[in-house]
């Protein structure tokens, strides 16, 4: 791979609506394409603080929205899961929290997902409840809950850990309190991780040998769970994201947090290498985005500043910045394929409100979109049109969602 040089944005349109000041970007002469809003949710709140990402699959879009503790006039609704029709972002059922439990982490990023194999879509998702609760996707009814001893903060996720072919709920609340649970509910396990929870539980098979374990990623330690709930292992390695990938024929974990960014060995969770980042960094994709047969880590850090690390050795394969100002946070890019063509892009933010499509082997900008208010989160790509490709679903600080379709 090649250093990215770098490249000025130049505007094309600007786009004023209800919803805020829009801006559409394309490189001069670079092979870049467009990104043009497909709708816009009518979903505002009164602050800038919505930063749980949007749950979608085969159609299906949910997005929590939440209000600002202390307003006044607080109801229900004010925090609550809303599925989004995907042709237009109407609202077709929403489910709320009791306006005493209304603030900015009142819900997680859902899970939408087909629990128990019927051909029906449920939506998971942690709540300010003290609990995680499945939904029906088609009307919002609720299906069950797992109580749990604090709120959920991390979106829960939806595999076959206990090996009988069968998917269960694994998720677990800031306190670090996890559980596996049956399509019905039951829980089959708990464990603990010390330290706030903010990662995603991840499911991978460590060790090569077919089944499952669950890596759950805390600010004070990562720990490795056997598909029965048992301590695989437990390491002093605390971090804000995770993930696993094959390194090399073999399975590595990456956590990416206050030490940096650190690879471990699956099996023993020993370290493989540590990488220092600046201030809070995130990372929404570790994967083969170039294409080279090796998965790459792309890790975002203060200033809108992007990294691609090789994940066999933490070497840096290129950076960008992805914006001038200093966000006080960047958002994690992930890999999507916008324009069905097969291959993949990296979908960058910037906390400024910027999406902005990068090629992953090098960083450079083929497309951007820009609204005036604050992005705290990651893009979700998902499928909504007949059209090949995923569309790209943002949660703005608004409590808005804007769909984005990428021509290029």
Same mark, same amino acid.
């Given at each position: 791979m090649r250093t990215r040089t770098a490249a000025a944005l130049a505007l094309l349109v600007l786009a004023l609506s209800g919803a805020g000041a829009a801006a559409?970007?394309?490189?001069?002469?670079? /092979?870049?394409?467009?990104?043009?809003?497909?709708?816009?949710?009518?979903?505002?709140? $009164?602050?800038?603080?919505?930063?749980?990402?949007?749950? %979608?699959?085969?159609?299906?879009?949910?997005?929590?929205?939440?209000?600002?503790? #202390?307003? $006044? #006039?607080?109801?229900?609704?004010?925090?609550?899961?809303?599925?989004?029709?995907?042709?237009?972002?109407?609202?077709?059922?929403?489910? /709320?929290?009791?306006?005493?439990?209304?603030?900015?982490?009142?819900?997680?990023?859902?899970?939408?997902?087909?629990l128990n194999g019927d051909g029906a879509l449920e939506v998971v998702a942690g709540t300010t409840e003290n609990a995680t609760v499945a939904f029906a996707a088609s009307d919002g009814r609720e299906l069950f809950r797992v109580p749990t001893r604090a709120y959920g903060y991390a979106q829960p996720v939806v595999a076959d850990v206990t090996g009988d072919s069968a998917p269960e709920v694994v998720a677990?609340?800031?306190?670090?309190?996890?559980?596996?649970?049956?399509? $019905? /509910?039951?829980?089959?396990?708990?464990?603990?991780?010390?330290?706030?929870?903010? %990662?995603?539980?991840?499911?991978?098979?460590?060790? #090569? +040998?077919?089944?499952?374990?669950?890596?759950?990623?805390?600010?004070?330690?990562?720990?490795?769970?056997?598909? +029965?709930?048992?301590?695989?292992?437990?390491?002093?390695?605390? %971090?804000?994201?995770?993930?696993?990938?094959?390194?090399?024929?073999?399975?590595?974990?990456?956590?990416?947090?206050?030490?940096?960014?650190?690879?471990?060995?699956?099996?023993?969770?020993?370290?493989?290498?540590?990488?220092?980042?600046?201030?809070?960094?995130?990372?929404?994709a570790l994967a083969d985005g170039d294409g080279d047969g090796a998965p790459e880590a792309y890790v975002s850090e203060a200033g809108n500043v992007l990294r691609a690390l090789d994940a066999a050795d933490g070497s840096e394969q290129w950076r960008t910045r992805l914006a001038t100002s200093e966000g006080s946070v960047t958002p994690p890019a992930v890999l999507a394929d916008p324009n069905g063509d097969g291959s993949s892009e990296l979908v960058a933010v910037t906390n400024g409100g910027t999406i902005a499509v990068l090629d992953p082997a090098t960083g450079a900008e083929r497309a951007a979109y820009e609204r005036d208010v604050p992005v705290w989160t990651g893009v979700t790509p998902a499928n909504l049109t007949a059209a090949p490709g995923d569309e790209l679903l943002v949660r703005y600080g608004d409590g808005r969602v804007v769909a984005l379709e990428y021509g290029g």
């Open positions: 559409l970007w394309a490189l001069p002469g670079g /092979g870049g394409g467009a990104l043009t809003e497909l709708w816009i949710s009518d979903t505002a709140r $009164d602050n800038e603080f919505n930063h749980h990402g949007v749950g %979608a699959a085969d159609g299906v879009v949910v997005a929590p929205v939440t209000g600002l503790q #202390g307003q $006044d #006039g607080l109801t229900r609704r004010s925090c609550s899961l809303n599925r989004l029709d995907a042709a237009n972002g109407s609202v077709r059922w929403w489910v /709320g929290v009791p306006p005493e439990r209304c603030f900015s982490h009142a819900l997680t990023k859902p899970t939408v997902a087909d677990s609340d800031i306190s670090g309190d996890t559980f596996v649970a049956a399509a $019905d /509910g039951s829980v089959r396990w708990r464990g603990n991780v010390s330290g706030l929870v903010y %990662a995603s539980p991840v499911v991978a098979d460590l060790d #090569g +040998d077919g089944d499952r374990e669950v890596i759950v990623a805390g600010r004070e330690e990562t720990v490795a769970f056997e598909g +029965d709930g048992t301590v695989r292992w437990r390491r002093d390695v605390g %971090a804000n994201d995770a993930a696993a990938a094959t390194v090399d024929g073999e399975a590595s974990v990456v956590v990416v947090g206050n030490d940096g960014v650190v690879a471990l060995d699956g099996a023993t969770g020993e370290r493989r290498w540590n990488r220092s980042a600046e201030g809070s960094p995130a990372m929404g």
